[in-house]
């Protein structure tokens, strides 16, 4: 009997370790190609340029963006050259701070990144859509007095409109983003349209969180921006691995850029400024 019992454990032994080492294999997969893309992002806004990204995709995993050498970036107004910008740093092109565009003009703007290679990066044509103005602000306080909501008031007009707001609170001088997730100028949670109230006066209240009891001056903005500018940010909210980390090339995105990806956007805003009661 112990015969018996002795050489089943040694059965069982010697079963375990085949198993173990047909688990033990290295199964080898083959991950699909990865071929980055160029990304090109900025903002045509009411009379400034903000600074331009021009770089590439990041592989998954990866971290950093390729600096892309020996590359130059001008901006086009109805096919005119305007303006070349010029590299701030590896990724970042921008103008003079000193230079603005027409705030009036309807014209229809194109960045247009040159490459060594010959190849070219643009953005289709964009106009700056028509001003919404905010017609006025309510604050309301919380019973807690931690909380704000904001009520601003305009009217939208008959024709179809995209919308985003941005509220600032001022500290040392400066107003500020209350909410540090904008991406750029304002968060992909900021942005709606005016399927609800087309051609009516409308209501858009938001809810912010500020210091117990203080007394705050605010600065907020109300900005009208284009229907690509619209689906880019909606793409991003509604695929939340791209509005955490956009240059990771794994989902899709709205673009509006020719030969890559990314957007250039453009706007109209009006501002309006409140202190707390």
Request: include cysteine.
């Given at each position: 009997?112990?015969?018996?019992?002795?050489?089943?454990?040694?059965?069982?032994?010697?079963?375990?370790?085949?198993?173990?080492?047909?688990?033990?294999?290295?199964?080898?997969?083959?991950?699909?190609?990865?071929?980055?893309?160029?990304?090109?992002?900025?903002?045509?806004?009411?009379?400034?340029?903000?600074?331009?990204?021009?770089?590439?995709?990041?592989?998954?995993?990866?971290?950093g963006s390729d600096t892309i050498p020996n590359s130059e970036i001008k901006l086009f107004a109805d096919n005119q050259l305007i303006v070349a910008l010029e590299r701030i740093d590896a990724n970042t092109y921008g103008t003079d701070p000193n230079f603005l565009l027409d705030s009036n003009s309807n014209a229809f703007f194109k960045f247009e990144a040159n490459l060594i290679n010959g190849e070219k990066v643009y953005n289709k044509p964009i106009q700056r859509p028509n001003k919404v103005a905010i017609d006025s602000v309510q604050i309301l306080r919380s019973q807690n007095n931690m909380e704000r909501t904001f009520k601003i008031y305009f009217t939208d007009p008959h024709e179809k409109n995209y919308y985003a707001t941005r509220i600032e609170i001022q500290k040392g001088g400066d107003y500020v983003p209350i909410n540090d997730d904008s991406y750029e100028l304002f968060s992909p949670n900021d942005i709606f349209d005016d399927a609800l109230f087309n051609g009516k006066q409308a209501i858009i209240s938001k809810v912010i969180l500020v210091d117990f009891n203080s007394k705050n001056k605010f600065r907020i903005r109300l900005f009208t921006i284009t229907e690509e500018t619209f689906h880019f940010y909606m793409s991003l909210k509604l695929n939340r691995l791209g509005y955490s980390n956009f240059y990771n090339p794994t989902f899709e995105v709205m673009t509006n850029i020719e030969n890559g990806t990314g957007c250039i956007g453009a706007y109209r805003s009006s501002t309006a400024y409140k202190e707390d009661n």
């Open positions: 009997m112990k015969r018996l019992v002795k050489i089943s454990f040694l059965i069982v032994v010697l079963f375990f370790s085949l198993t173990s080492c047909e688990i033990s294999k290295t199964i080898d997969l083959e991950l699909p190609s990865y071929h980055p893309k160029y990304v090109l992002l900025g903002f045509i806004g009411d009379s400034t340029i903000h600074n331009i990204y021009f770089g590439k995709t990041i592989p998954p995993y990866s971290e």
